[in-house]
């Protein structure tokens, strides 16, 4: 299994990030998959979850109406659109799949929201 987050970046507050995660290695659209985020000096946090057809979306209440995930299962891909971004959106970002084999995550993409 192997997940590969695309680069992250430094953006101003208000402004738009596109974060992809491209999926190898499993059934990849027989698989919800998820965001996550761990900024500095914090617990890792759930922040997205995208049902194995992408008919069904949750979001954490503090990125609901800014975020959207979204996967594109012909390319075995999985994308974060972050919009209205503030200082506290900071964090590394991950993308994550459960599967019966285990939990597998990318190697993170920084995001920096900064003026």
């Known amino acids: 299994v192997q997940l590969v987050e695309s680069e992250g970046g430094l953006v101003q507050p208000g402004g738009s990030l596109r974060l992809s995660c491209e999926a190898s290695?499993?059934?990849?659209?027989?698989?919800?998959m998820r965001w996550y985020r761990q900024a500095p000096g914090k617990e890792r946090e759930w922040v997205a979850t995208?049902?194995?057809?992408?008919?069904?979306?949750f979001y954490v209440d503090s990125v609901k109406g800014r975020f959207t995930i979204s996967r594109d299962n012909a390319k075995n891909t999985v994308s974060l659109q972050m919009n209205s971004l503030k200082p506290e959106d900071t964090a590394v970002y991950y993308c994550?799949?459960?599967?019966?084999?285990?939990?597998?995550w990318g190697q993170g993409t920084q995001v920096t929201v900064s003026s």
């Open positions: 994550n799949v459960v599967l019966y084999s285990g939990s597998y």
């Open positions: 290695g499993f059934t990849f659209s027989g698989s919800p």
């Open positions: 995208i049902s194995n057809i992408g008919a069904t979306t």
